[in-house]
């Protein structure tokens, strides 16, 4: 009778592991449905505002946790935040006058994903040294 428990157990707990890691969001889910945007411009340059935002966010979370890109071709460049980068998604534009648009795109499912993007204009022409932002 105790074998036949343990092997219910093993099942039941392997079956709550693959439905765990299959509700793990991507980045192409939060893309495709995001629980919000945010958008902001900026006078300086894409690079000079992704220098600033990604600075501040691998202050705030690990290096695994706050990575980018810039994609220099096409003028614009990429920050990703979260566990398996798909908590924000900060896009950087530069705009036709060098300026820079910032779109922060959030995924809906993590309590305070909102208030984070918000955040984001924050370290970008504030300078704020503040890692999580409650603003309601």
């Not at 495709?32 to 000079?48: Q, R, V, W």
């Not at 896009?91 to 305070?112: A, H, K, M």
Request: aromatic share 14%; with cysteine.
């Amino acid at each position: 009778m105790n074998k036949y428990f343990y092997w219910v157990k093993l099942v039941v707990m392997g079956l709550l592991l693959i439905s765990f890691l299959g509700g793990c969001r991507t980045i192409s889910d939060t893309r495709e449905n995001p629980g919000g945007t945010f958008y902001f411009e900026m006078d300086e340059s894409y690079e000079d505002v992704y220098r600033m935002i990604l600075d501040h966010a691998v202050t705030c979370y690990t290096p695994a946790q706050a990575y980018g890109n810039i994609y220099a071709d096409s003028k614009r460049a990429t920050i990703n935040i979260g566990p398996v980068g798909a908590d924000l998604i900060i896009d950087i534009v530069r705009l036709d006058d060098g300026r820079s648009s910032i779109e922060t795109i959030y995924d809906g499912y993590r309590l305070g994903n909102k208030s984070q993007a918000q955040g984001v204009e924050k370290w970008a022409k504030e300078d704020s040294e503040i890692c999580h932002f409650y603003m309601h």
